[in-house]
């Protein structure tokens, strides 16, 4: 103790000297808090299982998003499946068609003026939708390639042209086939044109006029013969009908019964010697039942029933009597 009965302090304090090391054992701590959390994320990392190869090769390799991609092209995949086989698949086409001639509708292009050249059995309604065009359609989106196409399938039409004009105008100009004869085959009767095409079933009371030609084949041989047939009048007024039989060869079916059965070659010259025969023996309206040309040295007559009697007593009638004690 000093003088003063009090205690004597040391030159040299140790309380600096305890400040100093906690300080410095703070900033020890704060560094290896800081060092750690550097270093965790890399740790953490490295304590998980790496994953499979060819996971690490897709993330590596495909580009950002693609499994939403993915996703989404097969969520419309699944979609299409289910309309083609729910039966709806012209409905959804036809669908997205409307819609699509909705917007070019709203925006101008809308078919406003129809003109249709050249037609004389078919109506201009069924000229439209054979092509397939209708108050929805839309000009903008109107394919003319298709619906000339369309318009062909018509067995009435031989040739047509589409042309689109413009905003809001379609032209067409068709060319039809003409109805050239009546054609029966099992039983059934149709409008032919003169290339054989079968224009329409036969409807009573339309087209009485025509020819009728009979059997397989006669459709598309039928404009030759009747051409031939019509130089030789007196023939052609009498005939009903002409048959094709195998394919081959003609035979006429008269209004009155008569059949006429024609040669396979030289035709006309058996029509030229039908035409002389009924203009100068009327043969035409004798009681017979045929005539066979089919062999070219003779014609063959076949008689009625009532005819081959009459004809058979004719010939009893002329017949001589034996005489008494005649061997």
């Known amino acids: 103790m000093n003088g003063g009965g009090r205690l004597?302090?040391?030159?040299?304090?140790?309380?600096?000297?305890?400040?100093?090391k906690a300080a410095a054992s703070g900033v020890i701590v704060l560094l290896r808090e800081w060092w750690?959390?550097?270093?965790?994320?890399?740790?953490?990392?490295?304590?998980?299982?790496?994953?499979?190869?060819?996971i690490a090769l897709l993330q590596r390799y495909l580009p950002r998003r693609a499994g939403l991609t993915a996703t989404v092209l097969l969520l419309l995949c699944s979609a299409?499946?289910?309309?083609?086989?729910?039966?709806?698949?012209?409905?959804?086409?036809?669908?997205?068609?409307?819609?699509?001639?909705?917007?070019?509708n709203s925006a101008g292009f809308r078919i406003t003026t129809v003109a249709i050249n050249g037609r004389r059995e078919l109506s201009q309604d069924e000229v439209l939708a054979t092509g397939g065009v209708n108050g929805r359609s839309s000009l903008l989106f109107l394919d003319a390639a298709s619906v000339r196409d369309k318009l062909k399938a018509n067995p009435w039409i031989s040739e047509a042209t589409v042309l689109k004009l413009?905003?809001?105008?379609?032209?067409?100009?068709?060319?039809?086939?003409?109805?050239?004869?009546?054609?029966?085959?099992?039983?059934?009767?149709?409008?032919?044109?003169?290339?054989?095409a079968v224009l329409e079933p036969y409807v009573?009371?339309?087209?009485?006029?025509?020819?009728?030609?009979?059997g397989k084949?006669?459709?598309?041989?039928?404009?030759?013969?009747?051409?031939?047939?019509?130089?030789?009048?007196?023939?052609?007024?009498?005939?009903?009908?002409?048959?094709?039989?195998?394919?081959?060869?003609?035979?006429?079916?008269?209004?009155?019964?008569?059949?006429?059965?024609?040669?396979?070659?030289?035709?006309?010259d058996a029509l030229a010697t039908l035409s002389t025969l009924d203009k100068e023996e009327r043969l035409f309206s004798r009681d017979i039942v045929a005539v066979d040309m089919?062999?070219?040295?003779?014609?063959t007559v076949q008689l009625s029933e009532e005819a081959a009697k009459a004809r058979e007593e004719l010939f009893k009638e002329k017949k001589p009597k034996k005489k008494v004690g005649d061997a």
């Open 36 to 54: 750690g959390a550097r270093r965790s994320p890399a740790t953490s990392r490295l304590g998980r299982d790496e994953p499979p190869r060819l």
């Open 8 to 20: 004597a302090r040391s030159q040299r304090s140790p309380r600096p000297q305890t400040d100093l």
């Open 294 to 299: 089919r062999l070219p040295d003779r014609l």
């Open 204 to 214: 009573p009371r339309r087209f009485l006029s025509l020819p009728l030609v009979v």
């Open 80 to 104: 299409g499946l289910g309309i083609v086989k729910g039966g709806h698949l012209e409905q959804f086409i036809a669908g997205l068609s409307d819609a699509r001639n909705a917007l070019a």
């Open 217 to 268: 084949g006669a459709e598309t041989h039928a404009r030759d013969f009747l051409m031939l047939l019509a130089r030789y009048p007196r023939v052609n007024s009498a005939t009903k009908a002409a048959v094709f039989v195998g394919e081959r060869r003609w035979n006429l079916r008269l209004k009155d019964g008569l059949d006429i059965r024609l040669p396979e070659n030289e035709v006309g």
């Open 166 to 196: 413009y905003p809001g105008q379609l032209r067409i100009d068709i060319v039809e086939r003409t109805a050239f004869a009546l054609w029966q085959r099992d039983g059934r009767l149709s409008v032919i044109s003169d290339d054989g």
